[in-house]
């Protein structure tokens, strides 16, 4: 028991120094470890994630997961899961476990266990969650609420009318997040 207490301290501390050099924000440590690399081996990243938990996935989950994660802009990010898995109901989305079109990755640290169709393929949605808070942090953490935006419209989305879209699906975010907490 003291031997698992002092790996998990170490794995704590190298996670810590490895946030801090690649400015990485995940703020939430769940169990068991998993371990999640990329092709850089000095920068592996460590996601704990808590497979225990009910994986069933439902709208007010997902605003409450990205609430408890303390997700950036998670009005954006839930527009974004909604819009990308076709409104939850994609062949990707129930297959891979992918609520936001991630491609196969290969040069950032992801949750993903692999691919199926050219996508990333995750565990559960609560990964595709993780490893998209991952994608935000890398790429987006510092940008304003209307740069994130045009980030996702220039560079993210293909679709030219991807912003109004998502910005008429964060109306309903809000409604559902204001019921959630009523």
């Known amino acids: 028991m003291k031997n698992k207490i002092i790996k998990f301290n170490l794995i704590i ?3 810590l120094l490895i946030i801090g050099i690649t400015g990485l924000c995940i703020s939430l440590v769940f169990n068991p470890v998993k371990l999640a690399s990329y092709n850089n081996p000095i920068k592996t990243v460590i996601i704990n994630t808590n497979y225990e938990q009910d ?3 439902s709208e007010i989950e997902l605003v409450h997961y990205l609430e408890m994660l303390n997700v950036k802009y998670s009005d954006i990010v839930y527009a974004q899961a ?3 898995s076709g409104n939850f109901n994609s062949p990707l989305f129930k297959l891979n476990n992918n609520l936001f079109g991630m491609k196969t990755i290969g ?5 993903s266990i692999g691919s199926r169709y050219g996508f990333a393929y995750f565990k559960t949605w609560r990964d595709s969650v993780l490893d998209y808070v991952i994608y935000q942090c890398l ?3 510092n940008k304003s609420y209307e740069e994130y935006l045009y980030y996702l419209g220039n560079v993210y989305a293909e679709d030219p009318n ?3 879209k998502i910005k008429n699906i964060v109306k309903e ?3 559902i997040k204001n019921k959630h907490y009523e």
């Open 13 to 15: 501390s190298i996670l």
């Open 55 to 57: 994986t069933t996935f």
């Open 82 to 84: 909604k819009l990308e």
């Open 107 to 111: 040069s950032r640290p992801t949750t």
């Open 139 to 141: 790429y987006l953490n």
């Open 162 to 164: 991807y912003i109004n």
């Open 173 to 175: 975010y809000n409604l």
